[in-house]
């Protein structure tokens, strides 16, 4: 049906109202009819013909209206249009007018409805004679329309005198015309008996709601043409991108869904949706409904028969899994044949990716983004992506995605103006013949769109107009439930405070909890990110139980494919009892974020070497902040902050010990220096001469040495330099030149004084480093000299023991150092990680050479006697021997099932090569004759294995303790 609206330009804002009224009918009864409003001056026009010869003829429109205040319209050229009585038309709204007149009283075809506006009139100064002719040629013309010459009325017109009056004739003057024309079918479009509440609160509209989504029509449309225009360059991807608060959401699936898959597009017969929300278990979710009936339940009769199986292959081979669906879509098309003449039907599958930002957070980003790829280069799918506007940058920072973005569409959707706002308010009210209250002449629908404004307008707006619904009387929705609820701001509160009221006190004090699991993080702008843990994941128990159930019943979490989210982040921003909660401080949650990686290796471990480190700024933020509001952690991550603040303690009084103990070191190493200088008196003069000329001697030399190194404060240098200076054979001739003095006389006094004093001194750490990041692997040059540290962040850093020289850093690793050693006489170290890679470093050269071949994680390398050949464990299972002259792989020994290889060793002959996993086995391997032997020791997590430096005995150690002796002088032949 096409509506035409007559009117002059001085009731523009009114023609923009009528439109508006004729799209918001429209949306209404979409599935019925298509309904839309024709505006002359909306049109192009070409020179050849007058604007009045390119409207046409009023017959080819279903209704006009008319709409009239104080002018009549511009003149028409009287050449060209005159009345069958030869006057001339007043103006071309005059003739559009009659024409139409004319038309239904001779054929019933088109229906014309007249508005006369009856504000007062008023002119302006500079154009009073136009403006007053012109209002007194309408008058005319009125009188002579609706009356006859004895002023009885003729035709019939509406009156109205407010722009809001208009609106609502408009709207009941369509409901009526297509009821009575039968074109629509009786009672309510949206039936609130049996459909609910037309507004559905803080979740996003679906499918099942696009017949009351309102005020995006334009925002539909435009998409729509960049998606189209996008699958013109064979990549038909929209990426719909704005702020919080705006409907992304609800334009994706209740605007955009239907509007596509309701369309006839070019070589497409028909459509299947996937939708793909936020959830722990993504791919599995997704393979899921893409096997349900109304999706593509064929892929059930492929060689993927389950939803888990596809789930794995999408997974892990995208394009497999691609062709699969392809091959799917090419049987439902099959069976569809016979629709379309017979020939095979063309089908798509429309994905719509709901809130990208949860799954650029998630370990499924890449893997997601390959299946995309995938589907969109098989030419079987069209992908719609809702994103927040600010974690773009991260999208552009995924190659994956930022490649179907490049190729693709984006569409910028701001939040919705004024006038959208009016049809999202009246649009579901009209759908459901609800009505707004009016109070002094106002409606409260112009009172609550005058609210509307800020970021989160429209979840703030859609859960005040599902309580005005909740709380409507008959089909009236009233000031005093507007008023009750506290206005717009306090709609979530007071929603999420009446859902609240019904948990039990047990299920109410599981409220802090819950939200610490379901808040992930928080921006620098204050926003928040929100968490979808399974529900399994929760803490299991009744009370929680209950509040997650009475929550997701209120429509305040939503539950999708056993994960649970909060419905809008809104929620917290408005709802009191949410933000009083400790556990959504800010600096909480930004704490929680920074010691959660700690917690999460203490908790597997449970060693104190990986508790938080005394001295940092996240210990002493976190212990400060648990003493001022208790309940901010989790009581298990409570417990780790302060298990390490009672270690960093334990540190600080051990670090205080120690001193003490180095002052009394010192007082001890002035007394041995005094005695000393005692001893040497006693000797005599002719003694100290000799005793200078002995100098070159290589025992004085070794105590001269000595003694530098106390005074150095480097007891462990000392200690061995003095022992060395007391077991040397010239001892007893020095002492006879010296005058045949007892053999614990003098310079062996002073050899065994300073060994006592240092060997205690040397059980205290030699040096301590400050690193940028946790250490995760070192390894000590077999010289002593040099020591190499690898960190959580990848880097490595190699320093000399003494510190006489600069450290040098090196960078290569993407990801953790697992493993470090030295190897070739020192010049090379060997190093691997997280990235899966093992490096060369050559010390002398500068160089340095990535070895790639494992898939898993690389935790353990070992050098061969010969230094040519290095051994590497990984996550993978694999045990690979790598030539480290031809940088290759000499051999690989592959893992059983799903096993780790965690340590590695050779034998000293570099003949055996010994492995361990985490299943408990030791795999002892003849490099020369190839054969293998297993030992079962009964234990998990072998991490660490030696061999005896005899070759005969292996020894090996269980992350779980320590291991039964399995046989005595087991040989390792």
């Known amino acids: 049906m096409r509506v035409f609206v007559s009117s002059p330009t001085d009731v523009m804002p009114e023609r923009a109202v009528v439109e508006r009224a004729v799209a918001r009918v429209a949306d209404v009864w979409k599935s019925n009819i298509r309904l839309e409003a024709v505006r002359w001056e909306r049109k192009h026009y070409d020179a050849a013909r007058s604007f009045q010869e390119a409207i046409g003829e009023m017959a080819a429109f279903d209704i006009v209206l008319g709409i009239l205040w104080k002018r009549v319209g511009s003149p028409l050229p009287p050449d060209l249009y005159r009345r069958p009585d030869g006057s001339a038309y007043e103006s071309g709204t005059a003739f559009e007018l009659e024409s139409a007149i004319a038309g239904s009283e001779r054929q ?150 239907p509007r596509i898959t309701g369309r006839a597009h070019s070589r497409i017969d028909f459509w299947r949706t996937l939708l793909i929300e936020p959830s722990e278990h993504l791919f599995e979710g997704l393979a899921q409904r893409l096997y349900e009936a109304d999706c593509l339940p064929e892929l059930g009769a492929g060689p993927h028969p389950t939803p888990q199986a596809f789930a794995g292959l999408a997974a892990q081979a995208a394009a497999n899994a691609a062709g699969a669906v392809k091959w799917a879509l090419q049987r439902a098309g099959e069976r569809l044949a016979p629709e379309f003449g017979g020939r095979p039907a063309a089908g798509r599958v429309l994905v719509l990716l709901d809130q990208l930002e949860t799954v650029l957070d998630s370990p499924y980003r890449a893997a997601l983004a390959r299946f995309l790829n995938a589907l969109v280069q098989e030419e079987c799918a069209w992908v719609v992506a809702t994103l927040r506007s600010d974690r773009y940058a991260e999208l552009q920072l995924d190659p994956e995605l930022f490649q179907l973005r490049r190729r693709g569409a984006m569409f910028d959707l701001p939040p919705p103006g004024p006038s959208e706002i009016a049809d999202i308010i009246k649009g579901p009210a009209r759908a459901a013949e609800l009505e707004f209250e009016e109070r002094d002449g106002e409606s409260l629908a112009k009172v609550v769109n005058a609210a509307v404004r800020g970021g989160d307008a429209l ?70 990110a929100i968490n979808t843990p399974p529900r399994a994941a929760l803490k299991v128990d009744p009370a929680t139980d209950e509040l997650v159930e009475k929550l997701i019943a209120g429509r305040l979490l939503v539950d999708v494919d056993g994960s649970v989210r909060i419905a809008h982040e809104a929620l917290l921003r408005h709802w009191q009892r949410a933000l009083a909660c400790p556990a959504l401080d800010p600096e909480a949650i930004r704490l929680r974020r920074q010691i959660e990686p700690s917690f999460a290796t203490w908790r597997r471990t449970g060693l104190d070497a990986d508790l938080l480190q005394p001295g940092t700024t996240a210990l002493a933020a976190a212990g400060t902040l648990i003493g001022a509001k208790p309940g901010v952690f989790a009581p298990e991550m409570e ?227 010969s230094g040519r050949y290095l051994a590497s464990a990984s996550y ?98």
């Open 108 to 257: 019933g075809r088109p229906s014309v409805y007249l508005f006369r506006k009856t504000a007062p009139v008023t002119y302006t100064e500079e154009g009073f004679d136009e403006e007053r002719r012109q209002h007194q040629a309408l008058n005319a013309w009125w009188t002579r329309t609706v009356r006859d010459a004895e002023g009885h009325y003729r035709r019939g017109y509406q009156e109205f005198a407010a722009i809001e009056e208009l609106e609502q004739s408009v709207e009941k003057l369509l409901e009526t015309y297509l009821r009575e024309h039968g074109l629509v079918p009786q009672g309510a479009a949206w039936n609130i008996e049996t459909m609910g509440s037309p507004y559905p609160g803080l979740v996003a509209y679906d499918r099942a709601h696009s017949g009351v989504f309102f005020g995006r029509s334009l925002a539909i449309e435009a998409a729509i043409e960049e998606l189209v225009a996008a699958a013109g360059r064979d990549t038909p991807v929209l990426f719909v991108v704005g702020p919080s608060g705006s409907g992304k959401s609800s334009l994706a699936r209740a605007g955009l869904a």
């Open 459 to 528: 979840p703030l707006l859609q859960m005040t107009l599902k309580r005005l619904f909740d709380a409507r009387v008959g089909r009236k929705l009233t000031f005093a439930a507007y008023e009750q609820i506290n206005g717009l701001e306090g709609a979530i509160a007071a929603h999420a405070e009446s859902v609240f009221a019904g948990v039990s006190p047990e299920g109410q004090r599981a409220l802090e909890p819950l939200l610490r699991d379901l808040v992930a993080d928080i921006g620098e702008d204050g926003r928040l």
């Open 639 to 865: 417990d780790f902050v302060r298990r390490s603040a009672d270690a960093a303690e334990a540190r600080a009084r051990a670090e205080r010990s120690r001193a003490e103990a180095d002052a009394r070191r010192r007082r001890r190493t002035a007394y041995a220096g005094l005695a000393a200088l005692l001893v040497i008196g006693a000797l005599g003069i002719g003694a100290l001469v000799v005793y200078g000329q002995a100098q070159r001697d290589l025992s004085l030399r070794l105590l001269t040495k000595a003694e530098q190194f106390l005074e150095q404060e480097k007891p462990t240098r000392t200690l061995v330099t003095a022992s060395a200076a007391a077991a040397a054979n010239v001892l007893p001739d020095l002492v006879l030149r010296i005058g045949a003095l007892p053999e614990d006389a003098g310079h062996e006094v002073r050899a065994r004084s300073l060994a006592r004093i240092a060997a205690p001194a040397g059980n205290v750490p030699f040096r301590t480093l400050r690193l940028p990041s946790p250490p995760r692997a070192a390894a000590l040059s077999g010289d002593g000299s040099r020591l190499a540290i690898g960190d959580a962040q990848g880097g490595i850093l190699l320093l000399p023991v003494d510190g006489a020289a600069p450290a040098l850093r090196l960078a290569g690793h993407k990801d953790a150092v697992r493993s470090i050693v030295f190897a070739r006489g020192n010049r090379v170290i060997a190093t691997a990680g997280d990235d899966r890679s093992v490096r060369l470093w050559d010390l002398e050269a500068g160089t340095s050479l990535s070895l790639c071949g494992h898939r898993g994680r690389v935790v353990d390398l070992a050098p061969d006697p």
């Open 876 to 973: 993978d299972g694999d045990v690979v021997l790598w030539d480290t002259v031809k940088a290759s792989v000499a051999r690989r020994f592959p893992g059983t099932g799903d096993h780790w290889a965690l340590a590695v060793a050779f034998s000293p002959d570099g003949s055996t090569l010994a492995s361990s996993d985490a299943d408990g086995n030791l795999f002892l391997r003849g490099l020369a004759d190839g054969t293998t032997r297993r030992i079962a020791t009964g234990r998990k997590d072998l991490v660490s294995i030696a061999f005896h430096r005899d070759g005969r005995l292996l020894a090996a150690a269980s992350i779980h303790g320590v291991l039964a002796q399995l046989a005595q002088n087991r040989q390792c032949g």
